[in-house]
């Protein structure tokens, strides 16, 4: 399946587990990691699990260990460098009234926030940070993001499987099913952006 020229099948079979842990871990909380597509790899692997090329447990297993440990290395990030980068009122990057804006944002939907984030591309890989940046108690940090890393890791590779296991010659569908994927992990930010928007011209 060609995809911006690259056949992201044969890319996922490539890099076996140990690649895949690695983009795992860097989307998941390192700062340039949304550029990755880490979801459609899950979903891929999953697939191909389902082919017996990957062993579903270790598979689920893994990429679940590794969205534990780039969500904690993000959350570290934020904590430790991401106060000195966005400490100038106006900031380039940042500016604090941004800053209080989120550490209200994680007051009251601190536990939400990191579940929800952990579904939505580009936004899962900050919301670690900003959890770090905005001074979440690192142990509730810790209980959520390892429910929310499990769920998404099993859950975006349980789907590949059953999908993969289910419909044959999948592999001709893969492209618009990885659009379908995507655009379903992005409904959740559209209702939440719906709801505050009619919350605030009520």
């Known amino acids: 399946m060609p995809f911006l020229n690259i056949d992201i099948v044969e890319l996922v079979k490539i890099f076996g587990y140990t690649g895949l842990f690695i983009v795992i871990f860097v989307e998941s909380g390192i700062f340039f990691g949304f550029l990755l597509p880490a ?4 979903f891929i692997a999953g697939l191909l699990a389902s082919q017996g090329i990957f062993n579903i447990y270790w598979l689920a297993l893994i990429m679940s260990i590794a ?40 007051a009251k939907h601190g ?36 429910v929310s890393a499990i769920c998404w890791a099993t859950g975006m590779i ?39 928007k009619t919350y605030h011209h009520e």
Request: glycine share 10%; proline share 4%.
């Open 111 to 146: 536990s939400f926030a990191i579940v929800l984030g952990r579904f939505i591309p580009i936004i899962r890989t900050f919301v670690p940070i900003l959890a770090g940046v905005t001074d979440m108690h690192y142990g509730r940090f810790m209980k959520y993001n390892i």
């Open 158 to 196: 349980l789907l590949g499987y059953f999908i993969g296991a289910s419909v044959p010659g999948i592999e001709g569908f893969l492209l618009p099913m990885i659009f379908v994927v995507i655009f379903l992990s992005v409904v959740p930010i559209l209702l939440e952006l719906t709801k505050t």
């Open 67 to 106: 969205a534990v440990l780039g969500d904690s290395a993000g959350y570290l990030f934020g904590a430790e460098v991401g106060k000195k980068i966005f400490s100038y009122e106006n900031s380039i990057f940042f500016n604090k009234k941004y800053l209080e804006n989120t550490r209200k944002f994680y």
């Open 39 to 42: 979801g459609s790899m899950l």
